[in-house]
């Protein structure tokens, strides 16, 4: 297995070992987490293939964005809405896992905006009427949902974790999406005639979303490898094909491949060729509308400079970025959920509660500056001294603001640090592979290094901890229990942005039992 | 279009206080995908949810009071109603401009709602009092992220106070309409259903003009018009031919 001559790691003779402890740990389900050594090629395959996947979430944004001020109801403009707001969330999540391996959200856009980056190819096709709505978020969010639950088990924490919460978010794109698609299906003539047009245009574009087949799939071999897929492209493809191609023909919906047929012995759907010709040449930028979406986002993004400008000027640095703590119910623990960027920490605080508290399940939030949190891996405090701060900017950070200690006299504040030398520093370990930094208690220290020590001594006994988080408890922005009512509550009313608010299950069930499916048939 | 009757004050006030959020959620939701950050393409998203998801709530009442059916009505209101007949003041109407004007315009409409909501609360008109009271609730929360942005950009850059400053001598004219009564309001005032809006200036002043002035931004003294909410700009007509568009390939069919 390491042998081959086309493996494309070239490695240093001292790093086998490394290497092969690495690939053990990837062997043994572990999961690897910033800080944990790891192959240089396997940070650079992640950050492309992490950043890749953030581009196609906010470029993903513009072809059905396109279509919120034409929706044509308002629950469905409220579900759209909220349905691209998640897109821009997603977008969010996956710039945090990038940061984690050391990349930053200026580099990637950057990447982005001058082409060096790509995206998904399927956000190069134009959206031409309410009917592709429905398509893109039955199709193409499906076959987005069949990869990212596969991501979601990946090797590495911050992808996999960052995948966990997309995944719970997208089964709503797809119900909102399938949801159209049956109301159309059982709509009127010209409805019917919009939806067929729409599967006829974004059918072999999705089937295109899995990649290249394998035997053309340069980077697939080493991504198996090391955990980060699982399965590959063209598995990926059947299993989309075998999923939703009887719902479609359910839905009286013809597919634009004459060769499609099922092969009972293997039980599998057989598809016609795929124009790859096509793919390559929209990865090149020759697609239908590669220049449109470059351009928007290239206006927004210098449209925007003097905003950023402001803010930098108003807080006189650069933004830094905020790890977010979530507390799901009163009495739980508060845990990492990601990070944004923020010019400060009340903003913070406010773009933390609009990204992570979009559906129901908040009612604190901390906010803390990544570079003031400590953080060791399991492995780092065995195999080395060498220790290090979550973020490479270095530059000091002063909170300001409602700080946590002031909420608790009982905590040594920064004051009291500079007389007696000791402070408060809040824990957070993470103690299960597939688990997240959880708030566990506090130390008193003079140091992180010491907080570390003393965190490690006192929250060993049970579990041992994968993973270590210290940071002074002055520099933890809390939000306060009376925002409780106008900063999380809301959410709870939000149901249509639930999956469990669509009831599309039934209705294709309906539809299979040969209830009518036409409304009216003009 | 069918089933309009412009039959009582309330129904009017209930339809003005609908219209304003839905035309203003329709502006914030243009914001989509081409905010000048990540962080506020979401924000802004949620901004236009929230005012989209209060309009829902207002056309509610709007059915409630005029015994129709509350899950085809509003949509029968909002997509089939003729520009003449929408009841929004124009400041919401406005397309978006550039990012100071948009923040600011957010700004202005939210301390606007906040004072009137606060007041709307105490209706003696129950099914009123519990939805301003929702409403107020994810106000506090605009408020607090409109105000931010004010203060940063009015202090920000000389770039950024210019362009702040220009969208409020553009705005400020149009925040007059806020406070203008409505045919019979003076009914609805004495019965306790809706709060004075004379009053509702003052409360509004008192808190806006100092907050600008705090971000280095000079008041205009320009007069604010007064004008009714039959009364709109071009503008609409081009919003609502896009916001009907699909609606109107075919009333009838389901969407």
Redesign the interface.
């Known amino acids: 297995m390491y042998g081959t001559t086309t493996d494309p790691v070239e490695i240093d003779n001292d790093e086998v070992g490394k290497l092969l402890q690495f690939e053990a740990r990837i062997a043994r389900g572990e999961k690897i987490e910033p800080g944990d050594w790891m192959p240089p090629e396997y940070r650079r395959q992640l950050i492309r293939m992490i950043s890749q996947h953030a581009h196609s979430e906010?470029v993903g944004?513009?072809p059905e964005?396109a279509?919120?001020?034409?929706?044509?109801?308002?629950r469905?403009?409220?579900i759209l809405?909220?349905k691209?707001?998640d897109e821009?969330?997603h977008?969010?999540y996956l710039?945090h896992a990038a940061e984690t391996l050391g990349a930053t959200?200026e580099e990637l856009q950057e990447a982005l905006l001058t082409g060096r980056a790509k995206y998904s190819n399927i956000f190069n096709y134009p959206t031409l009427s309410?009917a592709d709505v429905g398509v893109i978020g039955y199709l193409v969010d499906f076959a987005a949902i069949l990869n990212q639950t596969m991501l979601a088990h990946c090797s590495y924490g911050p992808y996999a974790r960052a995948m966990v919460r997309i995944c719970m978010e997208e089964n709503f794109h797809k119900k909102q999406g399938q949801d159209i698609v049956i109301?159309l299906a059982?709509?009127?003539r010209?409805?019917k005639a919009m939806l067929q047009d729409a599967i006829n245009r974004w059918w072999w574009p999705t089937l295109m979303m899995f990649g290249p087949p394998d035997n053309d799939s340069p980077n697939s071999a080493i991504l198996i490898r090391w955990g980060i897929k699982t399965r590959s492209n063209d598995e990926l493809r059947q299993d989309f094909l075998n999923k939703i191609v009887p719902e479609l023909h359910d839905l009286g919906l013809t597919l634009p491949d004459p060769e499609l047929r099922y092969d009972e012995e293997v039980g599998n759907w057989c598809y016609g060729a795929i124009r790859w010709d096509e793919f390559w040449q929209v990865i090149q930028g020759k697609g239908p509308c590669n220049k449109e979406r470059m351009e928007?986002r290239i206006?927004?993004h210098e449209?925007?400079?003097?905003?950023?400008?402001?803010?930098e000027?108003?807080?006189q640095k650069k933004w830094p970025r905020f790890q977010v703590f979530v507390q799901e119910k009163s009495g739980a623990p508060h845990e990492d959920a990601g990070s944004?960027?923020?010019?400060d920490a009340?903003?913070a605080l406010?773009?933390a509660?609009?990204?992570f508290a979009?559906r129901p399940a908040c009612v604190s939030m901390w906010v803390v500056p990544v570079e003031s949190i400590y953080s060791k891996t399991a492995q780092e405090l065995g195999n080395s001294t060498s220790q290090r701060i979550l973020d490479k900017d270095h530059s000091g950070y002063s909170s300001e603001s409602a700080s946590r200690e002031s909420a608790n006299s009982d905590h040594h504040s920064e004051s009291d640090q500079q007389i007696t030398g000791i402070s408060t520093y809040e824990v957070f370990c993470k103690v299960k592979e597939a688990g997240t930094q959880t708030h566990v208690g506090e130390v008193e220290a003079s140091s992180p290094e010491q907080a570390m020590e003393r965190a490690v001594e006192k929250y060993s006994q049970v579990r041992k901890p994968l993973v270590w988080w210290v940071c002074p408890a002055h520099v933890v922005t809390q939000s306060k229990p009376d925002e409780v009512?106008?900063?999380y509550?809301?959410a709870r009313?939000?149901t249509f942005r639930m999956s469990t608010d669509f009831h599309t299950v039934s209705a294709m069930r309906q539809i299979r039992d040969g209830k009518p499916t036409t409304?009216?048939d003009r | 279009m069918t089933g309009y009757k412009a039959d009582s004050p309330l129904y009017n006030y209930l339809l003005g206080l609908a219209d304003d959020e839905l035309i203003l959620g329709h502006r914030d939701s243009e914001w989509c995908g081409q905010a000048p950050l990540l962080e506020e393409d979401i924000a802004f998203a949620n901004l236009a949810l929230d005012e989209i998801g209060h309009a829902s709530l207002w056309y509610n009442l709007v059915a409630m009071l005029s015994k129709q059916d509350p899950t085809t009505y509003p949509d029968q209101l909002i997509f089939t109603r003729h520009p003449e007949d929408y009841r929004n003041i124009q400041i919401v109407e406005l397309p978006v401009g550039d990012w100071a004007y948009s923040v600011l315009r957010q700004y202005l409409f939210d301390a606007y709602e906040l004072t009137h909501y606060t007041k709307l609360m105490q209706s003696r008109y129950p099914p009123m009092a519990e939805v301003a009271a929702k409403i107020r609730n994810e106000e506090i929360y605009h408020i607090r992220h409109s105000s931010s942005w004010v203060q940063r950009l009015g202090k920000g850059t000389a770039e950024s106070q210019r362009r702040m400053q220009n969208a409020l001598n553009e705005l400020w004219p149009y925040t007059g309409q806020f406070f203008q009564p409505m045919g019979g309001n003076e009914l609805l005032v004495d019965s306790g259903y809706v709060p004075d809006s004379g009053q509702l200036q003052l409360n509004w002043e008192g808190n806006v003009v100092p907050f600008l002035q705090e971000s280095s931004l000079e008041v205009p003294l320009a007069p604010r018009q007064k004008l009714s909410r039959e009364q709109h700009t071009p503008h609409l007509k081009i919003l609502l031919s896009e916001m009907q568009s699909v609606a109107r390939l075919d009333y009838e069919a389901g969407w």
């Open positions: 906010i944004q513009l964005g279509w919120i001020t034409r929706a044509p109801s308002l469905r403009k409220m809405l909220a691209v707001q821009a969330g977008g969010q710039y959200r309410w109301t059982r709509g009127t010209h409805q928007a206006r927004a449209d925007g400079r003097w905003v950023r400008e402001a803010v000027a108003y807080t944004v960027h923020a010019p009340e903003m406010l773009n509660r609009d990204v979009r009512e106008s900063m509550a809301p009313d939000k409304k009216d």
